[in-house]
């Protein structure tokens, strides 16, 4: 798991009771230790015991709307993301009793019982929402007024999944991972439960995408990739476009160090909620911004002003949007089939000539060697 | 040059015919080994989308590798592009210009007349040839044509890399450096030249893979691997068969009239 | 002689040749006319699959609810995702709307004649316990709560099957792990059977049950609707009216799964049979759905009575 292996703890070549009271001693140490670091987490989280059913993979239905709902909780799984030290009643906060009757939607804006270290408050998304609801993406447009089509406008769950690490590990080179190496300078101090483990992968998770670029570019393409959305929004099919770039090229092949969506649609530096319409002046993708969003200081800062006129979304069909492109490809096509077309039609003429290489509908005498030379040297004149 | 590599050779009782020197099939050898290597590192980036793309690309060293492997073959064969340009100013200068210096003949016309003469240049007898050639291949003629040192689709062999690399090279440079490229031209031009290097490529890649390659590999009687390329002599039978008046020729200045062989097939 | 099968040869490759040039022909178009993406002609599948898409999708965009529904459901497709967190990989089944991590990707019961008709997830009508029951469905067969032995005496051997090959197999290994992720998922499912009196063990839904099935499902579009109805009662023949409770296995006395047998540890029987499982079970009985044990009856006066309705019996 990426995990740097366990360090040898004793030679083998030791005499074997020193090598035995060491062991012993290592033991009794991890154990104590183990004993501070693990508690037991998720009987702490899961005081109830949510898990004796929702462990279960096939707890599942399909609701009144033919939907299929799972119960299920992965809860290795569900460790792994900083959502860990929140109890299952924290966020589905109508259950009160178990067995429990079917819950109501989770609410991702209500204050959990964390309280955030920075301004001792207690924890909440709701500054997101706020983000969301100014950025392209909110319900309602300026005025407050409901736009077409609000069904089509993602809430959280939308693009959310719950969320998990994914630290990294510095401490001899990079690496994806936890380094316990690294850890163990942290528990030096702070042994207390997972603190420092959650502490390490949350901090390092957010010194890289918390997703893979590819990941990203799935998640937008869930709405913008669908062709009867782009129909009702009027919308091009910018994903397609994107996956034609060496951007979206270099994302699919793993890149994760080129740019994805969100590296071009939200103003360098600010929240990833906060996508704006091009049409909007203070947006990344308007016109008058567009270079200073590709010359930010991670991406083509050595670029002039003028590789914003570049069109990353082209469509190659659109003639009237995209004549140069539309144009030249015609051309190449055209070039392209032109010259293989010919020479196919040739080397199967050729072969097929090959098949009966004596036969011909006109007879003629075969050439002398004179006449052949002589027909030759009229080009050779100089 | 005559002497470096005699025009007819005998190898175990057979002859073969000059065409390549050995530093045009090394200039060949970088030119196929860096189109290759093209190839394997920029079609996948070209057909993302298929199956066999990514582990092509991932053989070929992935995102982090793969790129830079392509840049610095199509640096190579930039500058082989550039070497090969000067290499024929100088034999152009030295077969041609050179004896019409001393000769004292030398003026626009005979400098433009020389210029044609090279033998890569296409001329009127290609034109026959083709004509000849439609006429043989459609049971019309029962003579094929009688191709001289370079034939019409040698030429064109010739001059598709000589005009693909002018096009792929700096569309291929400009998006490279494409940050210090938009500090004097447009970006809009690296659409442009994304098309040019895409497409162009294609074509060139269709084009190896079948024409060429069966011009020189699949065609009945080269196949498994026409060798010429190298040891830059070709066999008696496929010279008569795909160059005979250079054979011809060859065999007359030979004193060797009286063993030339008819052009029939088998 | 030589000469002739050289000729031969050279002929042959020829023709050869002359077919891979057509082929090239046909090839190059649409290597040509796309330009590169998946879905400009070099694939047709995925183009055509976009067509459809496109087709669905527009239905949505008239459609009333209903329709919605239907046609969204259509769309869907068994797909997985992908999250990569650079150390590990998580390949999962992706489930519309879901927010927690699955985590896995679940094997198909190819085997079971049931989910042929009724789905992998079949249980709708007890309102109040149907997720628990589908639970159970994911690693115990249909027929082993569904069809209890008729005659006095008679008892039922279980095994596992595998849900892929749906061959028995023993104890699976998810069964005696301690990873709890690998609770209930064994790709395995018990399954009710006779012993033969050679010593030979049979599952009841055996090649002769499953010819039934597939040949009805061949036939069906040729029968009448009353003949249908009779098919399907053939079918269902051995169905019991009331199927398995709770309590037969979840309780300290007696367990109808033989829990020991089929490779269960002890301490996972315990679970089952003990305070925790069958206490809860008498728990909910209690204070929560007086009728739980009767599916349909119980909880939801709206829903009808199962033996009116259910398409099993």
């Known amino acids: ?382 | ?266 | 002689m030589l000469h002739l099968i050289k000729t031969i040869i050279n002929k042959v490759y020829i023709i050869f040749l002359m077919c891979f040039t057509v082929w090239y022909g046909f090839f190059l178009y649409p290597v040509i006319y796309g330009h590169g993406g998946a879905d400009h002609g070099v694939d047709m599948v995925a183009s055509a699959d976009a067509e459809a898409d496109a087709e669905i999708s527009a239905l949505l965009n008239e459609a009333d609810m209903q329709e919605k529904q239907f046609a969204s459901a259509l769309k869907e497709r068994a797909s997985t995702a992908t999250t990569n967190l650079g150390y590990m990989v998580v390949e999962e089944e992706y489930v519309q709307g879901h927010f927690h991590h699955v985590g896995m990707t679940v094997e198909p019961d190819d085997t079971s004649l049931c989910i042929r008709c009724h789905g992998a997830i079949p249980h709708d009508k007890a309102k109040a316990i149907r997720a628990f029951l589908n639970m159970h469905a994911f690693y115990i067969a249909c027929e082993t709560c569904h069809i209890q032995p008729k005659d006095e005496g008679q008892i039922w051997a279980f095994r596992w099957y595998d849900k892929e090959s749906g061959s028995p197999i023993s104890t699976p290994p998810g069964l005696t792990s301690k990873d709890k992720s690998m609770y209930g998922n064994y790709g395995a499912k018990i399954a009710p059977g006779r012993i033969s009196s050679s010593g030979q063990f049979m599952f009841l839904n055996d090649e002769r049950e499953r010819a039934f099935v597939e040949k009805y499902l061949k036939e069906k579009d040729r029968l009448g609707s009353t003949q249908q109805s009779k098919m399907k009662k053939v079918i269902h023949r051995r169905i019991d009216e009331k199927p398995l409770m709770c309590d037969g296995c979840h309780n300290e006395k007696k367990s109808y799964l033989p829990f020991d047998d089929l490779g269960y540890p002890h301490r996972r029987k315990q679970d089952l049979v003990g305070t925790e499982v069958a206490g809860m079970v008498a728990k909910y009985q209690e204070f929560y759905m007086p009728k739980f044990l009767l599916p349909g009856k119980g909880w939801d006066a709206d829903t009808p009575n199962p033996t009116e309705e259910h398409d099993t019996h």
């Open chain 2, 1 to 266: 040059m005559q002497n470096k590599y005699p025009r007819i050779n005998y190898r175990n009782g057979k002859r073969f015919f000059f065409r390549f020197s050995l530093l045009q099939r090394i200039q060949h050898v970088i030119l196929f080994s860096c189109v290759i290597t093209l190839g394997l590192t920029g079609f996948p980036q070209r057909y993302y989308n298929e199956e066999w793309a990514k582990p092509l690309f991932t053989f070929m060293g992935g995102i982090d590798v793969a790129p830079w492997i392509h840049r610095g073959a199509g640096s190579v064969l930039l500058a082989l592009f550039f070497f090969h340009t000067g290499y024929w100013m100088f034999l152009f200068f030295r077969n041609r210009i050179k004896p019409l210096i001393e000769q004292r003949t030398l003026s626009p016309v005979t400098f433009f007349k020389a210029f044609l003469a090279m033998e890569m240049m296409p001329n009127g007898k290609d034109g026959r040839d083709i004509i000849q050639m439609f006429k043989w291949l459609l049971y019309l003629s029962p003579k094929p044509p009688q191709y001289d040192r370079i034939s019409w689709k040698e030429k064109f062999d010739y001059f598709a890399p000589y005009w693909g690399i002018p096009i792929l090279g700096p569309a291929g440079m400009a998006l490279w450096f494409r940050d210090e490229f938009s500090q004097v031209l447009p970006g809009w031009l690296l659409n442009a030249f994304y098309i040019m290097h895409t497409d162009e490529a294609l074509l060139a890649g269709l084009f190896l893979f079948f024409v060429h390659w069966y011009n020189v590999h699949y065609a009945p009687e080269k196949f498994p691997l026409g060798t010429v390329f190298l040891t830059g002599y070709l066999s008696e039978a496929d010279m008569i068969h795909e160059h005979y008046a250079e054979y011809i020729e060859a065999m007359t200045e030979s004193g060797l009239e009286h063993e030339i062989k008819p052009q029939g097939h088998h």
């Open chain 1, 1 to 382: 798991m990426g995990v740097l292996p366990n360090k040898r703890l004793h030679h083998a070549t030791q005499r074997q009771a020193e090598a035995f009271t060491a062991a012993l001693a290592i033991f009794l140490v991890i154990f104590m230790l183990g004993g501070l670091i693990w508690t037991p987490s998720v009987q702490a989280e899961d005081e109830l015991n949510c898990v004796l059913c929702h462990k279960f993979r096939g707890l599942s239905r399909i609701d009144e709307n033919g939907r299929f709902r799972l119960f299920y909780i992965n809860e290795n799984l569900f460790m792994k993301g900083p959502h860990k030290r929140i109890m299952c009643m924290d966020c589905h906060r109508d259950i009160k009793k178990i067995p429990h009757d079917p819950a109501e939607k989770v609410s991702c804006t209500v204050e959990c019982h964390l309280t955030e270290p920075s301004g001792k408050q207690k924890f909440s998304h709701a500054p997101v929402k706020k983000v969301l609801e100014a950025s392209v993406h909110s319900k309602y447009d300026k005025e407050g007024n409901l736009k077409d089509y609000p069904e089509d406008y993602p809430s959280c769950k939308n693009c959310h999944e719950q969320p998990l690490y994914r630290p990294l590990s510095f401490f001899k080179g990079e690496s994806a991972g936890i380094s316990r190496r690294g850890l163990s300078r942290c528990k030096t101090c702070h042994q207390t439960g997972d603190f420092a483990e959650d502490f390490y992968s949350h901090v390092t998770s957010r010194l890289q995408k918390t997703r893979e670029s590819k990941e990203i570019v799935e998640v937008c393409a869930k709405c913008h990739g669908d062709p009867a959305f782009q129909k009702r929004h009027n919308l091009d099919n910018v994903i397609e476009s994107y996956k034609e770039t060496f951007h979206g090229k270099a994302v699919s092949f793993g890149s994760n160090e080129t740019a994805d969506c969100l590296d071009c649609h939200v103003v360098y530096g600010e929240s990833v909620h906060s996508v704006e319409s091009h049409k909007e002046p203070t947006a990344s993708t308007h016109k008058n911004n567009i270079a200073a969003t590709c010359r930010n200081e991670e991406c083509h800062f050595k670029a002039g002003e003028a590789l914003a006129s570049y069109q990353v979304h082209t469509d190659y069909d659109n003639a009237e949007k995209y004549p140069m492109q539309y144009y030249m490809l015609k051309f190449f096509k055209g070039l392209m089939a032109a010259v293989l077309y010919f020479f196919v039609v040739v080397i199967f003429l050729e072969l097929l000539r090959r098949l009966f290489p004596n036969f011909s509908f006109i007879k003629e005498k075969p050439a002398d060697a004179e006449s052949v030379l002589r027909n030759n040297s009229t080009e050779k004149g100089a």
